[in-house]
Structure formats: C-alpha cells, structure tokens
C-alpha cells in the first residue's frame, strides 16, 4: 500500500503503526485539501492489514487542526465533495465518520490548537492526549453565527454529557489539557515532554495485540458509546440558518484576521469582539 502522493498529510508506517503528520501550511485548516487526502488515507488503510493503529499528530507545534476553513462559510459550493456522500451528510461528518469506522485504533496527539473543526476531527478517534501547556481545543462555531455541524454536537455529547457538551459549544470556551481531561474530552493530559513517549508505547502495545482482538473490542465498545449519534438531525438543522448572515460575519472575521498566524493564536478575543452587543 502506498501512501507517498498525499500532498497534506505524511505517512510513517512501524510496528503495526501508522503515524499519520497533518502538514498542511500555514494553519493545518481543515479545508478541501486536507479533507481530501484524509479520505483517500482512510480508504486505503482500510485494508491495509499492516497497520493495526493510526496516531494522528500535527507538523506544526501550535496548531493540531486550526478549525474548518472559514471559506466554506463565504463560498457555501466548496463544501461539495468529489464523490457521493452517505445520506444527509456533510462532507466534514463523511471524512469524521471515514475515520471513526476504520477498524483500525485511531489515537490523536494533541500538542497545539484544535478548534471547530479540528476539533470535532479528534474526538471522531478512538482516543485523545493532550500536551499540558501547549494543547487547547475549542468549538467556537456558535460565536461565528452557527454550530458545529461536522459532527461535534454528537461526539462531545458522547464524550462529556448534555450538560458540559452545552457549556462548551454556547460558551466556545479554550479549554486547555487539564480541563480536557477532567471533562472527558481527552483520555489524559500529559506533560508535553512525555507525549510522544507516551502515546508511542501504547501504539505499539495496541498493535501487538492482533486485529481479531483489536476488531473484536472496538465493535463492542462501539455498540455502546455511539448508540445514540444522529448526525443526519444535527446536519438537517443548519436550514435554519441564515447563510447571507452567517457570510457576511465570515467575512467581517477574516478581516479582522482569522485565519491568520497572528489571528488565530488570540482567536478567542477577536470572535468574543465580534459579538453583538446584548441589551439589557
């Protein structure tokens, strides 16, 4: 199986493992480029039976995956993919979802910013582990007039519960490793010296188990952790959008310098300036 014509992605392939490095410049966005190899990575995996994990890190120290490219929002057409999609699907939950079914264990190591997007891509793997002091994660999509629409509403929920899934979707709260973890959103925050160390063992210890075991586990947990996900209602909702709003924000976001290096390092700051003013 060959991996080498990936543009936005590098594949390394030892021990049964496959270190998946998004290096896609110069914000590692989710947009039709990254999406696109990441699909053609999972369809190839998929039968790869060398490979029994998948470890998902990022090129660029500071950012994992910034968040979905705000262009989809201006120019709604590059959201289409090249191929079919499942049924009341958005291309954003098909690679999400591609990902989530392999059967391989999919692990991220989250050592930067993973916002939006970015964000819903790592809680799609099996696993989470994040850098104390360099990792933060965040679904801001509410302060940019919509909602996370890529499957986030259903992973978090799964992952942290209704109550704490509402807190940080309404409120697009940073939230750094140590309140990832004591969340639910990561399995643990680790110093960031030890990640790679870390989650490299386990890889290796997870790979040696064998496929039948690995396959058995995943699609048992899996019946009970994902029983309830209805992306198709979460992906029907955004009809009830006003999409000449919710670009013209877009756009007066991206001015103000989202996307931008600079920008998205105080993203935080510059969509809570953005918000309208709530009167009393």
Do not use: C, W
């Not at 120019?75 to 989530?100: S, W």
């Not at 790592?122 to 696993?127: I, K, Q, R, T, V």
């Not at 110093?191 to 396959?215: E, M, N, Q």
């Amino acid at each position: 199986m060959t991996y080498s014509n990936l543009s936005a992605i590098g594949v390394d392939i030892q021990h049964g493992v496959a270190t998946v490095t998004i290096d896609h410049p110069p914000l590692n966005l989710l947009d039709g480029m990254l999406i696109a190899d990441l699909m053609a990575f999972s369809a190839r995996v998929r039968d790869d039976d060398t490979v029994r994990v998948v470890v998902f890190e990022s090129a660029d120290p500071e950012f994992f995956i910034a968040h979905g490219d705000m262009h989809f929002l201006t120019d709604p057409a590059l959201m289409a993919a090249d191929g079919e999609l499942p049924p009341d699907t958005n291309v954003v939950q098909a690679v999400n979802e591609e990902i989530r079914s392999l059967p391989q264990v999919t692990i991220g190591k989250i050592a930067g910013f993973a916002r939006g997007g970015g964000n819903e891509f790592a809680m799609a793997l099996d696993m989470r582990f994040a850098a104390i002091g360099k990792s933060g994660q965040a679904q801001p999509e509410t302060l940019m007039g919509i909602y996370p629409g890529g499957g986030g509403t259903q992973y978090m929920t799964s992952l942290v519960g209704r109550a704490r899934a509402l807190e940080l979707i309404l409120g697009g709260e940073l939230v750094d490793a140590e309140l990832a973890e004591r969340y639910g959103l990561v399995n643990r925050a680790l110093p960031a010296d030890r990640l790679d160390t870390f989650v490299t063992t386990l890889a290796r210890r997870i790979a040696a188990l064998g496929p039948t075991v690995i396959g058995i586990v995943k699609t048992a947990v899996g019946a009970a952790d994902y029983a309830k996900r209805d992306l198709a209602a979460e992906s029907s909702l955004a009809g009830r959008l006003s999409f000449p709003e919710v670009a013209a924000l877009a756009h007066k976001l991206l001015a103000a310098g989202v996307q931008t290096r600079e920008g998205e390092l105080r993203l935080e700051e510059i969509l809570n300036e953005a918000l309208p003013e709530v009167t009393p």
